[in-house]
């Protein structure tokens, strides 16, 4: 009587002579020598493999996900090539948020000097220490510019900090990622370890 058994290398299915269980023969599909296995190691086998190309399947499905969101991350701004494993000292990944948010904080500050220098024209004009031919709109006109600097200077300054908030939690979402891959990569190798 034949034993159906399986190729330990290819998985096809092969059938040998009772008498040849445990020893070894040569595979029909790959042509390798392989084990005549009893039911119970040919299911444990298939078992086995099966697992194995189930955590293949998730190591390359989560590799695709690492690959997407770098392209979808790499439009928004600068990241590194090294982005597997966690790194905190890495720079940011989101470089042009924060040249951004850098450009808005400086050029608030060249807004309010400006406006702050019309503000104090408007006021030497209403004092009537410059000699002007145009009318002034009185201290109205003066409190109307300073408010006028002061939107303009907050705008600016929220504009940048939400530039500098987006480009943190960025990276904080990077490293979470990072962090995350790394532990599933460390549990399924401790999963492998404890199966063999």
């Known amino acids: 009587m034949a034993i159906s058994t399986i190729c330990e290398h290819c998985g096809a299915g092969l059938s040998a002579p009772d008498s040849s269980l445990g020893s070894k023969v040569n595979c029909p599909t790959c042509d390798r020598k392989t084990r005549v296995l009893n ?30 969101l770098e392209r979808e991350e790499a439009m928004r701004g600068g990241i590194e090539s090294s982005v597997r494993n966690f790194q905190p000292r890495a720079g940011t990944r989101h470089g042009r948020l924060r040249q951004m948010g850098g450009m808005l904080l400086g050029l608030s500050w060249v807004v309010l000097l400006l406006m702050g220098v019309q503000v104090i024209f408007q006021f030497m004009a209403t004092m009537n220490w410059l000699a002007t031919d145009e009318a002034t709109g009185g201290f109205g006109g003066v409190a109307q510019e300073i408010a006028l600097a002061l939107v303009a200077f907050s705008l600016m300054r929220i504009a940048a900090e939400a530039c500098f908030f987006m480009a943190e939690s960025g990276d904080r979402q990077w490293d979470i990622r990072a962090l995350l891959l790394d532990l599933l990569d460390e549990q399924s190798r401790r999963q492998d370890e404890e199966v063999t």
């Open 39 to 68: 039911p119970e190691d040919s299911k444990a086998l298939l078992e086995k493999q099966a697992r194995e190309n189930e955590r293949q399947e998730e190591r390359r499905s989560r590799l695709e996900l690492l690959a997407r």
